[in-house]
C-alpha cells in the first residue's frame, strides 16, 4: 500500500481491489498481495462483497464486483442522455413504435429515456419506472453477457432461458412476446461503453397485433443500429 489516505480502512480496502485488479485471488493470494493480516483481509473482502465491489467466482476466489462496473458505466450516463434524444425519436420514426434505453440497477432495470409513438395504440414506459430483470427483451440483453454467475443467478424464475440468451449473444440482438405484459412485444439491442462492456439497452415496444409474434423479423436491423449509434455516442473522447 504505497499510496495512503491516512484512513486506515479505507486504505486496505483500496488494497484488495487493487489486487483482484490483476484477476481472481484466494484468501491466501490476497494476504500476500496486500500484506494483510489473514483476519483483516477476509474481513474486509467480504464487507466489499456485501456492497458488490466485490464478488466470488465458480471456484470461491474473490474477483471485481458488478457495482464497480456499474459505477464506470454511470460515467457515461450524461452522454448517453444527451445522445438518446435524436437517436430514440430516429428509431420511431424509423419503426412507428415507442422507443426506450433501460439501464440495469441492481436486480431490477430502469427506463433513463423514452419517446412515444405519436398516436394510436401504444406501448407507455414513463422514464425513471423501474422493471424487472426476469422479463422482457431489454433485461435479456442487459443479462447476456454478464459475467456466468451472475447470469446464472439472474435466470432464476426469468420467463426466459440460458438457451434463448446464447441466441441473444449470437445474433446482437432479444425479442420478446407478452413476457412483461400480454399482447405487448419488443426489440432490443445493446448499448456498449468504451470497454465494450453492455451499460444499456435500446428498446421499441408495441402492440402484437402490429409488431407480430416475431418482432424481431421487422424491427431489429432498426434497433441494432440504434444501439450501434449510441454505443459510438459513448466512445467518442
Known amino acids: 500500500m504505497e ?28 494476504v500476500a498481495a496486500t500484506g494483510l493480516a489473514r483476519p483483516t483481509a477476509h474481513r474486509l473482502a467480504v464487507a466489499l462483497e456485501r456492497h458488490r465491489l466485490v464478488a466470488r467466482d465458480m471456484e470461491g476466489r474473490f474477483v471485481l464486483g458488478p457495482r464497480l462496473g456499474e459505477l464506470s458505466a454511470a460515467v457515461g450516463e450524461d452522454r448517453l442522455l444527451v445522445a438518446a434524444g435524436p437517436v430514440l425519436t430516429r428509431l420511431r420514426d424509423a419503426t412507428g413504435e415507442s422507443a426506450q434505453i433501460y439501464r440495469r440497477q441492481g436486480e431490477d432495470r430502469i427506463c433513463v429515456a423514452a419517446v412515444e409513438r405519436l398516436s394510436g395504440l401504444r406501448d407507455t414506459v414513463p422514464v425513471g419506472v423501474t422493471l424487472p430483470m426476469k422479463a422482457g427483451s431489454a433485461a435479456q440483453i442487459l443479462l447476456a453477457w454478464e459475467e456466468p454467475e451472475r447470469l446464472h ?16 449473444r449470437r445474433r446482437g440482438w432479444a425479442q420478446s412476446v407478452g413476457e412483461r405484459e400480454p399482447e405487448v412485444a419488443s426489440v432490443s439491442a445493446p448499448v456498449r461503453g468504451p470497454s465494450g462492456r453492455v451499460v444499456a439497452a ?5 402492440p402484437v397485433e402490429r409488431l407480430s409474434r416475431h418482432p424481431g423479423a421487422h424491427v431489429s436491423q432498426a434497433v441494432v443500429e440504434a444501439g450501434a449509434r449510441l454505443t459510438e455516442a459513448l466512445r467518442r473522447p
Request: proline share 2%; net charge positive; charged share 10%.
Open 3 to 30: 499510496k495512503t489516505s491516512g484512513v486506515g480502512v479505507l486504505d486496505k480496502a483500496t488494497a484488495i481491489l487493487g489486487a483482484l485488479e490483476a484477476g481472481p485471488a484466494s484468501l491466501a493470494g490476497l
Open 153 to 168: 443467478l439472474g435466470l432464476r424464475g426469468a420467463r426466459f432461458t440460458a438457451t434463448a440468451l446464447s441466441g441473444v
Open 202 to 206: 435500446v428498446s421499441v415496444s408495441g
